[in-house]
């Protein structure tokens, strides 16, 4: 079993920076690919970013790039997503989930999830 716990969020102001951390106990993720998720208020979760288990490949969607950055320690046992320039579309429950065989944009092929971290983007 694999447990994650998200940190970071918070209210910021547009154009502002947030970075979220998602923690990990239980196992080391460092066999894992890990994902950022986020879920807006009555909309369904959507993908963000995606980390290689080494960390060597990343993706993002199209609608972060250029301005979201996913990274991780594998000695710390924690996954980042540094976001910069935000925007109040951005406001939403961050996710981070880890995935031990698949690297995917998908949410159903990660098999452990944290409890979310709140973001909000005022205007």
């Known amino acids: 079993q694999v447990q994650l716990v998200e940190s970071g969020g918070g209210l910021v102001q547009a154009g502002g920076s947030l970075r979220l951390s998602c923690a990990a106990s239980?196992?080391?993720?460092?066999?894992?690919?890990m994902g950022w998720f986020r879920q807006a208020l009555g909309k369904e979760r959507e993908f963000v970013a995606v980390?290689?288990?080494?960390?060597?490949?990343?993706d993002v969607a199209n609608s972060v790039k250029g301005r979201f950055i996913i990274s991780r320690d594998n000695a710390k046992n924690t996954v980042y997503l540094q976001m910069n320039s935000l925007k109040p579309e951005d406001t939403a429950v961050y996710y981070c989930?880890?995935?031990?065989?698949?690297?995917?944009?998908?949410?159903?092929?990660?098999?452990?999830w944290g409890q979310g971290t709140q973001v909000t983007v005022s205007s």
């Open positions: 989930a880890a995935d031990q065989d698949s690297y995917s944009d998908l949410a159903h092929s990660y098999d452990y």
């Open positions: 239980g196992r080391t993720l460092s066999s894992y690919s």
């Open positions: 980390i290689s288990w080494s960390g060597s490949t990343t």
